[in-house]
């Protein structure tokens, strides 16, 4: 895992965030890297919907 993206993930844990969402400029392996990581992950994609 990459140092960058672990130590970005330990803070966005940190600040008790409920959900995230990415998208393709984020990139494959990332998501991935997030979605293993983290609870609440979802993927935004052109025609996403998201209700709050």
Known sequence: MSIFIKKTIEYLKNMD???????HCTGE?????????????????AGSTIEI
Do not use: D, P, Y
Not at 17 to 23: H, T
């Open 17 to 23: 965030i409920k959900i995230l969402g990415f998208s």
């Open 29 to 45: 392996t990332e998501e991935k890297m997030f979605e293993e990581e983290c609870e609440q992950f979802a993927v935004n994609r």
